[in-house]
């Protein structure tokens, strides 16, 4: 796999996108099979998030997806742990409401956004997250909308409720990667309490070539 920067910083960003896709790739298999086992039930699942479901699933793969965000965005690894407790805040508040293959990558997409205005100084306009995201400009702005009103508009994220995220993504990394693995790529990256400030303060950003996708 190719690396989305340079240095410590990328290889524990590396570590929080997999551990990211993994737990909602998990969701996603959770929610359709119960979608699936109540049959025509499926469809009423999805409502509470229509502004974020595509006519198919993406080509490309949700891994390889946050990847292409980072790469091309620069946003901080934290953004996009903080994009999850969204997507996560938003289907506890409206549980008719159901992460499935056809809104997943919408959904991360539109929490990095928020994530990214919320917490970083700097950040890419909505137009440049679309482009990269392969979606209209348009789409985007009514997806950024939606989010805020299943959210509240609350998009404070404590440095305990952050914590307790990240200990999530731990677990789900202990089976993805051998134990000695975890201690010293996530949870010195994460869970330390003396880094977790440097953490999220993000990457320094770097040049890169930008092309599009359609999702």
């Known amino acids: 796999m190719d690396s989305v920067s340079g ?9 929080v ?10 969701m996603v298999v959770r929610n ?7 049959g025509t039930e499926a469809e009423k699942k999805s409502r509470g998030l229509a502004a974020f479901r595509g006519a198919q699933p993406p080509g490309i793969d949700l891994r390889k997806y946050m990847e292409r965000l980072h790469r091309y965005t620069r946003c901080s690894a934290s953004c996009f742990v903080v994009s999850y407790v969204y997507i996560d805040r938003a289907a506890h508040q409206h549980p008719s409401s159901a992460v499935v293959s056809r809104n997943v990558h919408r959904l ?4 990095l956004l928020l994530a990214s205005k919320f917490l970083d100084d700097t950040h890419r306009n909505n137009a440049f997250f679309a482009k990269v995201g392969g979606v209209c400009n348009g789409e985007l702005n009514r997806m950024e909308l939606e989010l805020l009103f299943l959210l509240d508009f609350n998009l ?3 440095w305990r409720e952050f914590e307790t995220y990240c200990r999530h993504l731990n677990v789900d990394m202990e089976k993805l990667m051998p134990t000695k693995d ?21 990457l320094a950003p770097s040049a890169s070539h930008r092309r599009s996708i359609d999702l």
């Open 108 to 111: 991360v997409l539109t929490g």
């Open 17 to 26: 996108l997999e551990a990211l896709a993994h737990s909602l790739e998990r």
């Open 32 to 38: 359709e099979l119960v979608a699936s086992e109540e």
């Open 182 to 202: 975890v201690e010293t790529r996530v949870s010195t990256k994460i869970i330390n309490t003396d880094q977790v400030e440097v953490f999220l303060n993000g």
């Open 156 to 158: 404070v994220v404590g």
């Open 7 to 15: 240095g410590d910083d990328a290889e524990a960003t590396v570590v």
